[in-house]
């Protein structure tokens, strides 16, 4: 009877790993998930679907970038967070790497290869529009410049804009840092030299000191007049348009504009480890993928395009291809050389 009961206990326990995928398979929902994330509300929308999909207690904190890297250190050992969604970019990917978990999510490998996990950590889910110039027609007007006539970078020199420029801090804000290195890449004879560091020193002086420190000001702030110009980025701009914004206008600078896949990690420790992982696998799914396309940023999944009328395809716009891994390379001395410029 003893044997009996020994095997039967046997075959329970077999049947139970195969029914759940075997001993490495998550928990599937239920439970709570906590996210940090600097993403506009169009792609926070895709994490309402997830917690209603699976029944989790999803509870997101909207910060920028700088400061989700900063809880992530500071909280190192604790983590009041489980994910790190959105601003996680190249540079990032690799700086903040020992803070994040090792995964990689399934269906990853079926993505295009530019757009694959790259160090074990990071989920590429979407491609950011990182050049992306907002303008307030009504402002242009008034300064006495036709908005017709500006087409990219170089129109941001116009005398009449100075002052009337919103930028972030690219030292602190990852839709400013994507900007410079757009700048650096695409303004000079060729990639990232000296002249494209003399029309960045020119740019800074038309800012005149307006440096914003939320990325959400600078577009908010140009629909609602105060500036002429917005240097933002593809995803809020055209949600702007979506919501009927009628005074704005985006432009996609002429001599080049780059998409960066943007990431998402799970931060080392996290206590919903389960749901952290499942929302990695969702995220790059054809359904999360989506929901993706539902919001104003790009998915990384070419066969999955945007529902957005004012999201015009990428044949009509003067694409430029970054080098991650120089920029990687130099970030931080780049970032104190624009603070240094900014600060003239």
């Known amino acids: 009877m003893k044997k009996f009961t020994v095997v039967m206990l046997v075959l329970v326990t077999a049947l139970s790993l195969f029914a759940s995928g075997g ?5 599937v929902g239920g439970g709570e998930l906590i996210i940090y994330s600097p993403n506009s509300d169009t792609l926070l929308a895709a994490a309402d679907v997830f917690a209603a999909k699976y029944g989790v207690d999803v509870q997101v904190l909207s910060m920028g970038t700088g400061e989700v890297a900063e809880r992530v250190v500071a909280e190192a050992g ?47 889910y979407c491609c950011d529009g990182s050049a992306a110039l907002l303008i307030n027609v009504d402002v242009f007007k008034q300064l006495g410049v036709d908005p ?3 087409k990219g970078y170089k129109d941001l020199l116009n005398p009449k804009l100075k002052g009337h420029i919103a ?50 000001a600078i577009y908010k702030g140009t629909v609602n007049g105060e500036y002429a110009v917005g240097v933002s980025y593809e995803d809020p701009c055209v949600s702007l348009l979506d919501n009927g914004a009628s005074n704005v206008k985006l432009v996609y600078p002429a001599e080049g504009a780059v998409w960066l896949p943007a990431g998402a990690a799970i931060i080392k420790g996290a206590k919903n480890m389960d749901n952290a992982k499942l929302f990695m696998d969702w995220l790059i799914s054809d359904e999360g ?28 716009i003067n694409v430029a291809y970054e080098d991650l891994a120089f920029c990687a390379a130099n970030k931080e001395a780049w970032q104190a050389k624009f603070a240094e410029l900014v600060q003239k």
């Open 23 to 27: 001993k490495e398979a998550a928990k």
């Open 78 to 124: 604790n983590p009041q967070a489980d994910v790190w969604y959105g601003g996680v970019n190249f540079a990032n990917g690799n700086k903040y790497q020992d803070y994040f978990e090792q995964y990689v999510a399934k269906g990853n490998d079926k993505l295009p290869e530019a757009y694959r996990n790259q160090n074990g950590c990071v989920t590429r």
């Open 148 to 150: 017709a006539s500006f």
């Open 167 to 216: 930028m972030g801090n690219a030292a602190a804000s990852s839709s400013a840092w994507a900007e410079l290195t757009n700048m650096l890449l695409v303004m000079g004879n060729k990639p990232y030299d000296d002249k494209a560091w003399e029309f960045v020193a020119d740019f800074c002086k038309q800012l005149d000191g307006v440096i914003l420190s939320s990325s959400s």
């Open 289 to 316: 993928q989506t929901e993706i396309g539902k919001s104003t940023a790009r998915p990384v999944n070419p066969n999955i395009k945007n529902t957005s009328p004012n999201m015009i395809p990428m044949t009509d």
